[in-house]
Each structure stands twice: as structure tokens, then as C-alpha cells.
T-cell receptor, first 114, second 112 residues
Framework: AQSVTQLDSQVPVFEEAPVELRCNYS??????LFWYVQYPNQGLQLLLK??????LVKGINGFEAEFNKSQTSFHLRKPSVHISDTAEYFCAVSDLGRDDKIIFGKGTRLHILP | GAGVSQSPSNKVTEKGKDVELRCDPISGHTALYWYRQSLGQGLEFLIYFQGNSAPDKSGLPSDRFSAERTGGSVSTLTIQRTQQEDSAVYLC??????????FGPGTRLTVT
């Protein structure tokens, strides 16, 4: 079965420093990939998605992610974080070879330090 | 257009009572998911409906939980004989055949 691994449950980063949140998924022929963000006491919203085309995907709020098929990864990056980026970030994968069900990782909590 | 809606937004119930949570997905979306999120925790998958296929119930934590989707649209999650550990935010999401999920605002369930 498809699985999604977010190795870091929490990531502390100083304000204005770069950040990378890691996401790996179990191998499959074709996948769609997503990152969602959940701000404190709010619902989930889509940050960015990879469906096809360029492997470097740009999303909202200055975030980007790169699809690496050989490493089965979809790491999320931002060159300079702000206090407002404090949130929980979820990676998700849809395995097109099976039932298209979207599977979520356990989430990474991003703490921005002043 | 309208997004995913859920009702009620909050539900307080006594231990042992049954509750029904409703989800209205975006029109035309073929897939519908239910998740549970406990305080400070990630998303716990409960059930997945895709078109006319049999639902994937692999995430339901016990036989007290059930869900149905009528006419390929509205879905109801039913929890029988609620327990205190059922207290959580229950999230519904829908998605088109290709693309991302759209989440509803959730129902906060408190079992006293």
C-alpha cells in the first residue's frame, strides 16, 4: 500500500532563515503530490500540487517543492521564513496505479523562532 | 462557487449517545473522504468514497463508526454509543477525478 513519510515531526527555524520540510513516499509508477498547510485553529488549505509537467512546483506564500522520482521525494522549501509561517504542514500522495486515494503523512510542525 | 460544508460545526453529546455528522461536498466531485483530527495531532483517515465503487472503510476505528454517501453526493458519518475518546474534529474533504482535496471546516465533537 502507498505510504507517506514525513520524518520530522517538528522543525524549529529562526525567522528569515531557509527551511526544508521532507516528504518521501513509497514507490509507484504515477503519483500526484500535494502539500497542505494548517494554521493554528484553522482548516487545511492547499499550498501547492504536482500533477504533471515541471518537477519544480511553486505554491502560495513563497513555498516551492521539487518532485524527485528517483528518490520518491517531494520536499517543501522556502528561502526565508516568517513568523506567519508557523503552522502544521502535511504532505499527501495520490497513487494513480491503485484507487487514486489520497494518503497523508503525519505532518510536520514548523516553529519559527524570533 | 460553494465549498465543502459540514454540519453541525460543533456537537456536544453525552457518552453513550449516537451522533450523525453531515458533509455536503462540492458538486461534481467524485471522491469524498472523512478524517478525524484530535487536538494537536495529524489526520486520521476514516473512510473514502470514490464514485460508485465500494467505499474504503479501512480507517474506521471500530464497528461503532459507519458512513454512507447517498446519490453520490451528501455523506453522513454516524458514531454509535459515543465514547470520550471519540472527541475530536471530524473533517470531510471532496475531490474531482484529477486534483486536490477541498476540505470542509470540520465538526468539533465533544463527548462528555
Amino acid at each position: 500500500a502507498q505510504s507517506v513519510t514525513q520524518l520530522d515531526s517538528q522543525v524549529p527555524v529562526f525567522e528569515e532563515a531557509p527551511v526544508e520540510l521532507r516528504c518521501n513516499y513509497s514507490s509507484s509508477v504515477s503519483v500526484y503530490l500535494f502539500w497542505y498547510v494548517q494554521y493554528p485553529n484553522q482548516g487545511l488549505q492547499l499550498l501547492l500540487k504536482y500533477l504533471s509537467g515541471s518537477t519544480l512546483v511553486k505554491g502560495i506564500n513563497g513555498f516551492e517543492a521539487e518532485f524527485n522520482k528517483s528518490q520518491t521525494s517531494f520536499h517543501l522549501r522556502k528561502p526565508s521564513v516568517h513568523i506567519s509561517d508557523t503552522a502544521e504542514y502535511f504532505c499527501a500522495v495520490s497513487d494513480l496505479g491503485r484507487d487514486d486515494k489520497i494518503i497523508f503523512g503525519k505532518g510536520t510542525r514548523l516553529h519559527i523562532l524570533p | 462557487g460553494a465549498g465543502v460544508s459540514q454540519s453541525p460545526s460543533n456537537k456536544v453529546t453525552e457518552k453513550g449517545k449516537d451522533v450523525e455528522l453531515r458533509c455536503d461536498p462540492i458538486s461534481g466531485h467524485t471522491a469524498l473522504y472523512w478524517y478525524r483530527q484530535s487536538l494537536g495531532q495529524g489526520l486520521e483517515f476514516l473512510i473514502y468514497f470514490q464514485g460508485n465503487s465500494a467505499p474504503d472503510k479501512s480507517g474506521l476505528p471500530s464497528d461503532r463508526f459507519s458512513a454512507e454517501r447517498t446519490g453520490g453526493s451528501v455523506s453522513t458519518l454516524t458514531i454509535q454509543r459515543t465514547q470520550q475518546e471519540d472527541s475530536a474534529v471530524y473533517l470531510c474533504a471532496s475531490s474531482p477525478p484529477i486534483g486536490e482535496q477541498y476540505f470542509g471546516p470540520g465538526t468539533r465533537l465533544t463527548v462528555t
